[in-house]
């Protein structure tokens, strides 16, 4: 059981000592040929011209927001039901990614939908259920940030975490109900036809490529946590002698 | 099942008493509710148009005002340890304090809704459909409010972590809460449909509330 086996911090970090330089080149390479394929191959939409080119870059950051998300639930029911020791690091350190990456998409789709719609923001069902989930990101992040002790605030957040995995299919039902409601879908059918592999692999290849960006930016975000435990651990030992020794 | 009625009995009391501020959740939709106007307008053509939407609002905000109390109270004065460690299962004792927080505050501010209903001069149809509304969602942002109460119980700061934490969560009971109240009175939907997913945003929180709840108080007290 590989799970089982990086349990112990110890040999977590030395694991990811030896893979974190391959992920990295192989994100870099991924990235490269991505890029490649973005503009040199894939050809400019005969509508939206050049700016064809976000969807590069905003598809992929859109999949991971929810992805990560998905990394969180897993990461909390390791810290509730096994107790696993790195659980609840890797929920934390995975927190401020899916932010950001939940920014990105929201930012690259809010300058795709300048030129195209004319403005940049739509109260779109799907545009507003990513800023409820980007809010949701947040207090997470607060919730981490609120408390001192780590085991309490790691079950704590694995609590919250659980709850929004529950809440977030409600959020993204309703919130699509409520611009039913309102708003008549002519503005957003950017869908439209079928996708042509000419767009289609740069697309999974970038995808890839912020892929392995999240794993490698997760693992080492790992690392740091908890050489920054470590830290804290000898603070508080070297504030209490005594017992410590 | 006594040992229920008497915590139920018991924080409805300590809720009306000198220092519980039961009231203060209406007072403070009432504020709301009066501040609207100065801000969009004294239109009371637009007034009566927003009007469903300004009583969820102030409802949904008075109700965040008072949870911060749901908890930290008994765990000021240590009763909430009392609870922790007492043979009626966890769940069951949240579910009961989150009753009779309703009744203290939820309930009060629906008896309101009428009366400041007639402030934003809303007809007796839309008035009735927001005081059902209320009536069925209030429940509901108590038992979400719950969670929010026992993650930040033990906190210094928790009270403003409270709302950020509980907010995003209660975006689909608005929806539906408003949804439901325009439907009555304009909309080209019936009442029903939004009223019925209303209904079981409620019931499913009131499941989800108090185990979330309870497996918070138990990982976060210890």
Not at chain 1, 143 to 156: E, N
Not at chain 2, 87 to 110: N, Q, R
Not at chain 2, 168 to 192: H, M, Y
Request: proline fraction near 6%; hydrophobic fraction near 60%.
């Amino acid at each position: 059981m590989a799970l089982i086996d990086l349990a112990n911090p110890t040999r977590f970090l030395s694991v990811t000592e030896r893979v974190l330089p391959w992920l990295a080149a192989a994100t870099a390479l991924a990235f490269a040929a991505g890029l490649y394929l973005v503009w040199a191959v894939a050809p400019d939409d005969y509508q939206q011209g050049a700016t064809v080119t976000i969807m590069f870059i905003h598809v992929p950051n859109a999949w991971l927001a929810m992805g990560v998300w998905t990394v969180m639930s897993i990461a909390s029911i390791g810290t509730l039901v096994w107790r696993h020791p790195l659980a609840d690091v890797a929920g934390k350190s995975a927190a401020p990614l899916g932010a950001a990456f939940t920014f990105l998409a929201l930012l690259t789709g809010s300058l795709w939908g300048r030129p195209m719609w004319g403005t940049y923001w739509v109260w779109d069902a799907r545009l507003t259920s990513v800023l409820v989930l980007f809010l949701m990101y947040l207090g997470v992040i607060a919730l981490w940030r609120t408390v001192d002790d780590p085991a309490r605030a790691g079950r704590a957040a694995a609590i919250l975490t659980l709850v929004g995995a529950i809440n977030l299919p409600v959020i993204k039902f309703s919130v699509d109900w409520w611009n039913t409601l309102h708003q008549p879908a002519s503005v957003l059918r950017v869908g439209g036809p079928a996708i042509h592999p000419s767009i289609l692999t740069p697309l999974l290849v970038m995808a890839l490529a912020f892929g392995l960006l999240f794993v490698t930016l997760h693992l080492a975000a790992m690392r740091n946590e908890i050489l920054r435990r470590r830290v804290r651990a000898m603070w508080l030992l070297q504030a209490h002698p005594a017992q410590g020794a | 099942m006594t040992a229920l009625s008497a915590l139920l009995v018991r924080d409805m009391r300590l809720a009306i008493r000198v220092g519980g501020g039961a009231l203060m959740g209406v007072l403070f939709f009432l504020i709301v509710v009066t501040l609207v106007p100065f801000a969009v307008g004294p239109d009371l053509v637009q007034l009566r148009r927003i009007g469903p939407a300004i009583l969820w609002l102030g409802a949904l905000l008075a109700c965040l005002l008072t949870l911060d109390r749901l908890l930290a109270a008994d765990h000021e004065d240590g009763s909430l340890d009392l609870i922790l460690m007492g043979g009626t299962p966890l769940e069951l004792s949240l579910l009961a304090k989150a009753v009779a927080h309703w009744i203290t505050t939820g309930l009060p501010l629906v008896i309101a809704t009428p009366l400041l209903g007639l402030l934003l001069d809303l007809e007796p149809l839309a008035i009735g459909a927001v005081a059902l509304t209320l009536l069925a969602g209030t429940p509901a942002l108590t038992c979400i409010g719950l969670i929010g109460a026992a993650l930040s119980v033990a906190l210094r700061r928790g009270g403003l972590l409270l709302p950020v934490l509980i907010l995003p969560l209660t975006v689909p009971v608005l929806i539906f809460g408003v949804a439901a109240s325009n439907a009555a009175v304009a909309g080209p939907l019936s009442f029903g449909a939004p009223f019925m997913i209303l209904c079981a945003l409620t019931l499913g929180s009131l499941v989800l509330g108090p185990f979330a709840a309870a497996a918070a108080l138990r990982h976060g007290l210890e």
